[in-house]
């Protein structure tokens, strides 16, 4: 594992600077249903192709973002600071 | 021969070896009169020169206790100690050579059939293990100098200086690009440097590179791999006299392979003679290194691949008994040298054999990039194609002006058993047959059941023949049999470049060199060095120091260092909203000057870290986590922030503040001499904090409880460490004050059941479970974790964590194992023996049912069962009447 991760401040960096924060979900409403908690907690798309996730640029500007990455290529399609928790 | 002064000497099997300047160990080794090199892994055949390339596995030897080296590579160096490998008593002489006589008893595939029945393993494994394998693995003492790792980057890298090399070079660097050119030999030039080439002059290409300041040129250093993102990796050996080998991690925008190709062997009946050669080691030996390898000499191979050999050799003074084609060979005939060659209508006697072998692209880079390869019959080679993106190639590893070397698939049958198409591990053709009958018909099975191609080689000398032979015998084009898949290392990296240099980052506290000062005994937690214990008097054990430590903080007072907390500023009008987010409890009620424990979970209800969270003013926390926690917690409340635009800033201070806990009955006494801040209770309570000046310098104060007595928690400046350390101990001088290290607090916070995430709990672990669920305020609108954890409030627990006291004197391991009616039922956390308890008591994991006053379980303790009581009951002052005095 050796490909580059393009973190929107600070560009195209090795992946060990960076931790993986898994895919973008959305949380749940507090009192939604125990299934809808249950599938949020617990299940993942895991796509093989294109999907958003969350990355941390641990060893530079220290920032969350998100990125939209080929998990078959490992390309970084675009990444970027989102607006709002999702 | 060179005169003395520029005579290098090193030492073979501890005989004097004479070299020149220029020689690798191989050839001045083979200069010195030796022929024979190695011994065959199965058979221990005699095995001499072949490659001279660092190709083929027939000169590993051990250099300087490093196994396995290719000698052929290794440039010489004065008093290397140079050793065989795999021959007893001597590679002339080696008693394992009667193996080959018992090979009908090792067929192909041997080891699966003969070793099923365990008996028979077991009798046949000392000796297995003794004769198996290649080298011997050095011990630690026998590896002198650190290894290294290395970071680079460039535009362009370029792999292979040979002429395509080169020429990329020149073009790119026009272009105003960094270049980065790799090549593993001593010198640049690849094939020029031993073989004449038309249209291009060596020296001009290499001065060119030479006077660009963009290139910049690794000689005599090898890329074993190609990554993802375009990153190489590469060993760059002896970069100093202190360093055996140097990885460098090399990333480049684009790579170019230049790596042109090498020669692999022809097919015949002991094609493994010493003496029989591929043609370009030959001309290495000639224009290298000016050694003549023979009289007279067959060379086997076709036009026009033969004439400008033929014409070397002659000039080199070599006569050539014959040149013959390779389909005419019946044999070589020889015992261990080579002394003639049988065609089907003569003999030729000779002392050489010159093969003009397969030319194979070297195309092991291109191939783990991801390009597919397609058969070019004429080439006699598979061809690169598709490569990756960011890869492109040049030169002779693209098919450049490469011709067969002989018709594959092999238009004759090559079934013989001393036809070597496998030189690591002696698989015959005769092999590769007999496991194609017996159902490896696949190229990849084949590989796998025969070993073909997985040896020190890596399938350089034989994939291509070994792909000629399945495809011959299951009827098949060589394009439909395939190559096998290349991958890294290759070639082979030792395991010292890539564990690299052998120190460990350490971390220490501000206030060191005052524990080292007093005798600390260290303990190490991650990166940092903390006093395990501090040896009070010479002799003294860790029990005894840790009994008068503990007693100090019962009943005097004791300081410990606690500067590894992590340690978190927090400021801002919406820190409260935060805190509340992701801690389980509440803070934004927290009034300035409280302090209140806090318990972090995740989504799933697990219990992640705990701490300290203290209101310092309206808009300014400070929070402490645990040591190992800091950066997950850290980032784990700015993930939480994200697009939120609450006016939050958090900054980590855990290096930029010392911390201690000053604790015990006189520790009031103690602090009130360094400061003017109220500490009476009434004033200065449990669980409150105050910022204040102790010993001249400004602190956090915070009153806490950790070990069960009265105390602060001391946060300052790092750099007024040592001063504020010292005033503490000249102030609790007439306390008969203690420092006390990481035993002691441990010991004195178990009896006060206080749990250490991460220790007392693990990866499952739910509040509940712990005792925790007074620290959860589940009526909160929403907190990370509240779904599941309200959830968790209503369902029984499976188990929980209980404290127990031994019946006996005796002291469990922590992790121990809890057995109820002789079944695995839990397991010890953490144990201690407590003086006041005068037994170990402790914290396990067991049944929740079996969680109540009284209750009887067993522990494994020295590979028998002892009676523990569990109890629910705090072991020390279980009112915290002593915190609040």
Known sequence: MSFLVRCPQCGARSV????????????????????????????????????????????????????????????????????ETT | MSGPADTIT????????????????????????????????????????????????????????????????????????????????????????????????????????????????????????????????????DISGNYEHAYSHADVAIIGGGPAGLAAAISEAANGREVAVVDDQPELGGHLRYSNFEGASLPDLVAQVQALSNVHVWKGCYCFGLYEGNLLGIVQPRCDPKTPERLMHLRAARVVVATGAYESPLLFPNNDLVGVMLSTAVLRLIHLHGIIPGKLAVIIGRSPLTEPVAADLRAAGIRIAATVAPESVVRAVGKAHVTAIETSDARHACDLVVMCGHRIPDAGLLHQGGASFEWNAAKGAFIPADLPAGVSAVGEVTGDSLRAAATLPPERDLAGKRTFVCLCSDVSSQDLVNAIDEGFDHIETLKRYTTTTMGPCQGRMCQLPAIGVCARQTNRSMEDTGVTTSRPPNPGVTLGALAGARHHPTRRTPMHYEHEAAGAVWLDMGEWKRPRYYQSAKGAGERQCVEQEYRAVRERVGLIDVSTLGKLDLKGRDVGKLLDKVYAGRFSDL????????????????????????????????????????????????????????????????????????????????????????????????????????????????RLGFVGETGWEIHFLAESGPDVWKALVAAGGKFDIRPFGIEAQRLLRLEKRHVIVGVDSDALTNPFETGMGWALKLDKEDFIGRSALRRLAGQPLHQKLAGFVMDEAVLPEDGAAIMIGGRLAGRVTSTRVSPLQGRAIGLAWVPAEVARDGAEVDVRVDGRLARARITEKVFYDPDGARLRM
């Open chain 2, 591 to 702: 009034r300035p000057g409280r302090t209140r424990y806090g318990v972090m979970c995740d989504e799933a209800g697990i219990m992640l870290d705990d701490g300290t969270v203290s209101r310092l003013a309206d808009d300014h926390f400070f929070v402490t986590t645990t040591t190992g926690n800091l950066d997950f917690v850290f980032q784990w409340m700015k993930w939480w922030l994200v697009g939120t635009g609450w006016d939050v800033y958090i900054t980590n201070l855990t290096s930029g503040l010392a911390a201690v806990n000053l604790a015990g009955p006189q520790a009031r006494e103690v602090l009130k001499q360094l400061t003017d801040c109220d500490l009476s209770t009434a004033a200065f309570p449990y669980m409150a904090c105050r910022i204040a000046p102790v010993a001249g310098v400004e602190t956090i104060l915070m």
């Open chain 2, 10 to 141: 090193f030492v073979f099997n501890g005989k004097t070896v004479n070299a020149r300047p220029g020689d690798t160990v191989a050839s001045a080794l083979y200069r010195a009169g030796q022929r024979i090199f190695s011994r065959s892994f199965k058979y221990h055949r005699p095995r001499g020169l072949l490659c001279l390339a660092g190709k083929c596995p027939n000169c590993l030897m051990n250099v300087d206790g490093a196994p396995n080296v290719r000698t052929c590579m290794t440039p010489v160096r004065a008093g290397m100690r140079v050793t065989h490998q795999n021959a007893y008593p001597s590679l002339e002489r080696d008693y394992l050579s009667v193996v080959q006589h018992f090979d009908w008893l090792m067929p192909v595939g041997w080891y699966y059939k003969t070793m099923t029945d365990p008996r028979v393993w077991h009798a046949a494994e000392p000796f297995v293990r003794r004769i198996a394998g290649l080298g011997t693995p050095p011990s630690p003492a």
């Open chain 1, 16 to 83: 060990y600077e960076f931790r993986f924060g898994g895919e973008v979900k959305r949380r749940p409403a507090p009192d939604a249903p125990e299934a809808e908690w249950t599938h949020y907690i617990y299940n993942r798309a895991n796509e093989a192709g294109v999907q958003k996730e969350w990355w941390f640029h641990r060893s530079g500007c220290r920032q969350w973002f998100q990125a939209v990455r080929n998990t078959v290529t490992n390309e970084t399609v675009e990444s970027f600071f989102p607006d």
